[in-house]
């Protein structure tokens, strides 16, 4: 069987080493906090002289609209479902975020493949194929991943308007009504994350923790990562 | 890296796949439907699976295609996500059902086209592994110059990525055209002992390739189901 580092498969066209830019990635489950978290942090970076980009999943020219299409008839098998969204994060990596390393821009991402990765093993897929598909994405400068118990994310999901038919999984299905589907697949979901965890070195920060000491301790983490992978220091940058 | 994996995680069904592959102007799709014309005299369910027709990525293609947003990648992925919706849909399930599924190209294409683009060839057989193995696939091998000549003469407005202009080969469609099949056919000749495809002489006469098809087709057709007759005649 073929086996791929991960993010080990090249892209025509596109050269690691011009990509001066961070690629901060922010990891989670449905309705755990990562936007708010990302608009803080992005501020707070911005405070500190970075330029800042933002891309999230399902938002490519390319496929959005058929990915949209597709879930509102339901009509894609899981296979092409997995596909498509590769299709679709393919689209912005080439586009959004590849553009902004380039740039030398901190690139936040709101979930990169590992989210894909964890929905299509939920979804039933290979884990080592979904895995090989996405090996051709870049390795973030680092992975912080908000990990929450399917326990502590009902409350939350419920003040946001409750449980939505995807975010339950209810295309699988996986229990009578959206309220255990939704245990069960966020649950599911959750443990594939824990796992990728561990096997890609994200780190993991409580989202259980009140706002603000975690959205500091992120700006923390995330600022000092910079820091130490710092681009381009040789030489003045102001001409004497 | 073992280029096994494409197939790997499909199943054997009841049904018979039969697939042709080769440059445009090989003359394939017109044995293919011989073919058909013939399997169903003799009786048996026959179900046609044409490349890049998926209902629901098709759209996204299309337009991926007329705006010029693909890329070497997002090519490959979407054409993937289309083939991998009619596995789902069209080709297992009638293979289930013991059909012959008869494909006009298949992921042979893919990795001809993809490489040819720029991709790693190891990570494109990967994602097909999903992909049931032909029973029998068919290679039509033909001189670039005579698949010229029945294209260019036939069809003159080239599109844009059917003449692999996204690889910036040439200003001129046609002479990126023939740049670029000229690559594929290096890629397809690699496949051919790879996966163990049958070549077809596709400069010979129209019938003899069809009698040399059907001859390599029958031995796969014993214990195959044919259709129920119609009411009347049980």
Redesign the interface.
Known sequence: ??T?EPHG?????IEPETLSGWLVVIEGTDGVGRTSHIDRLRTRLERLGYAVAETGLSRS???S??IR??KQ?N??????F???Y??DF??R??RQIIPALRAGFVMLTDRYTYSLIARAIVRGA?PE?IK??Y??APKPDAVYYLRIEVSDLVPRVLSQGGFDYWESGMDLPMGEDLYESFIEYQGRVIRELDQLAGEYDFEVLDATRPVDSLADDLALRVSRMLEARARSTEGPVLAP | ?????YG??ARQYPGRLFIVEGIDGSGKSTQLTLLAEWLRGLGYPVVFSEWNS?P??K??TS??KRRK??????FS??H???F??R???EIVPSLKAGAIVLADRYVYTAFARDVV????P??V???Y??APVPSRAFYFRVPLEVALRRILSARPKLKWYEAGMDLGLHSSAAESYRIFQSRILVEYEKLVGEYGLAVMDATKAVEIQQSAMRAAIRPHLTSLRKEAKSLEHV
């Open positions: 069987m073929s791929f498969v090249p892209i025509p066209g020219d390319l496929a609209r058929g299409r597709a008839g009509t894609l098998g899981s296979n092409a997995n596909l498509f590769a299709t393919a689209d990596l080439e290979d194929w090989t598909v090996a051709v | 890296m073992s280029h096994s994996a790997t995680l998926s629901v990525v759209a996204t337009r991926g947003l693909l890329t070497p990648l997002t992925l979407i993937a996500t289309d991998s919706d596995v789902e849909r683009r720029g991709l790693d190891g990570w057989r990967s994602l592994r999903f």
